[in-house]
């Protein structure tokens, strides 16, 4: 009886350690060393070295398909690197940024998951309080094993902190609510707050502003803040970088094609960038002009030797000919030269570079007036736009915003009132979605055929488009990339590219930072106020609304039950 007593107590102590599920507390730690990700045949992750640990607060950033939601599975271990080591001590919880709904789960299988081992904690002390007061041989040791579990799960508290954090995220809190029954935005609410409330020494997070309101960004910022362990998020939300972040793992291309950490939160992370790059741009210079310098000898000892094989007639014949032999050496030792000369400073990113447009200031470009759009804008909005002018479109979800953008773009017509293009305007419409292109399209197929249609409807002249490259947002690599294949980001950039190559004198721009990287999204910022085009933005974008907080607003609104008579 003994024997199963202490198999019990051993169990228990076991169980409670079972996948490293005990909080570490101040030695809780996530560290990769050397690791190198191969997907799909091609070098996802090389070379990342970086340690999560205790206090915190990393920003995992870089463009779309640099391998950042890889990197966070990687040290969650939910991916095995190909090289490289990983080391994980105290609880790692983890947001993805998709969350199915299998048959039969509910917002109460989430929160039970998410309090599972403080529940287990729990019991864990009744039990060994019982075996402690009926005097069961190592009852002490086990009851001191579930008291140490369940303070360091702080586990009396779980129920409720799930609760506040369901309250904070304005998440569904009823248990017996199907997860097939809410909305992806629904359902990735309820799985943070389960996440925030379960008392993980580690939180990586994945893109954890997606669907989230005003209020609940500030409760999320709040909390994260405010959490006693370690943080890793991944994310494009400036707003929360600033906020949150105080180190910066910088995937983006390299001199030395190695990631590059950055301390001093989020301006030390935009000036170390801006250094490094400045360096990167000045070595590549320096060894293009020292290639070219050594190219321009062998040129010119190539003409001497030329000169000095062919003499003027009577002149200095057997003294030219004595001299070729020192002008050969010459030309072999400059070409030696030029041929030990290696650019080893690979030719760096080239920033957003933004088309000039003839726009005049002033130049009539639109007018509007009391349009509205059945069961979507239903409010009349009327307004007028010319050359330079700027218009930032804001307004709760469900209030129409991106149905007057694509109003005023004439991709939709209105129930009521009228929109004209004036001047023979030219107009780009940016919408929240890429259109259906299809996935083995490659993006010079894609930028021909929208050229040629803007040529044929006499929106375009024979030389006036911008080139495919000429804005610098793609890449080699997203060049030859089919665009099923593409990442999120690399199909923003293309589509921007698109709607720039027309040269618009009005550009209309609904959530322009989605998919983008905090760099690309500060440089289109830059852009966005310094263009003599009239622009129009509706955005949800905390950073960016602050940014362009100086433009005039129109504020939509959703109408009450009320004055709308919905039900």
Known sequence: ?????????????????????????????????????VLGGRVVLSDVSVTVSAGSRLAVVGENGRGKTTLLHVLAGMILPDQGTVERNGTIGVARQALEARGGETVGTLVRGAIRDS???????????????????????AYATALDAATRLDAWDAQRRVDVALAGLD?????????STLSVGQRYRVRLACLLGAHHDLLLLDEP????????????????????GGVAVVTHDR???????????????????????????????????????DRWERDHEAQQAEHQRLADAVQEAQGRLSTGWRPEKGHGKHQRQSRAPGLVQALRRRQEALDAHRITVPEPPLPLRWPGTGTR?????????????????????????????????????????STLLAVLAADLAPTTGEVRHLSRARIAHLGQEVPDWPATALAHEL?????????????????????????????????????????????????????????????????????????????????????????????????????????????????????????
């Open 1 to 37: 009886m003994k024997n199963l007593e202490r198999a019990s107590a051993d169990q228990l102590t076991t169980d409670l350690a079972w996948g490293g599920r005990l909080p570490a507390g101040h030695r809780a730690h996530v560290r990769a060393d050397g690791v190198r990700v």
């Open 119 to 141: 529940e287990r904690a729990l019991r864990a002390l009744d039990d060994a309080a019982t075996a402690l007061a009926e005097g069961r041989a190592g009852a002490e040791t």
């Open 171 to 179: 998440a569904c809190p009823d248990r017996n609510r199907p997860l």
């Open 209 to 228: 502003t997606n669907h989230l309101d005003a209020d609940s960004l500030a409760f999320l910022t709040a909390r994260l803040r405010e959490h006693p």
């Open 239 to 277: 707003a929360l970088l600033r906020d949150v972040a105080v180190e910066f793992l910088d995937l983006d291309p390299s001199p030395d094609g190695r990631p590059r950490l950055y301390a001093g939160g989020y301006s030390g992370w935009q000036e170390g960038r801006r250094r490094e790059r």
């Open 361 to 401: 200031p002033g130049m009539p470009v639109l007018a509007c007036h009391d349009v509205t759009v059945t069961g979507r804008l239903h409010r009349p909005v009327s307004l007028a736009l010319d050359g330079g002018d700027r218009l930032l479109v804001t307004g709760p979800n469900g209030a129409g915003k």
């Open 447 to 567: 930028y021909d055929q929208h050229v040629g249609r803007l040529r044929s409807a006499g929106r375009l002249g024979g030389d006036e488009a911008v080139s495919l490259t000429g804005t610098n947002l793609l890449d080699r690599e997203a060049l030859r990339t089919p665009v099923g294949r593409m990442s999120q980001g690399q199909q923003r950039r293309l589509n921007l590219a698109l709607r720039l190559a027309e040269r618009p004198d009005l550009l209309i721009l609904d959530e322009p930072t989605n998919h983008l990287s905090a760099s690309l999204v500060d440089e289109l910022t830059a852009a966005l106020v310094g263009t003599p085009a009239a622009v129009v933005v509706a955005t949800h974008d905390r950073q960016l609304r602050a940014d362009l907080a100086a433009w005039p607003t129109l504020h939509l609104t959703v109408p009450s039950v009320s004055s709308s008579g919905a039900g």
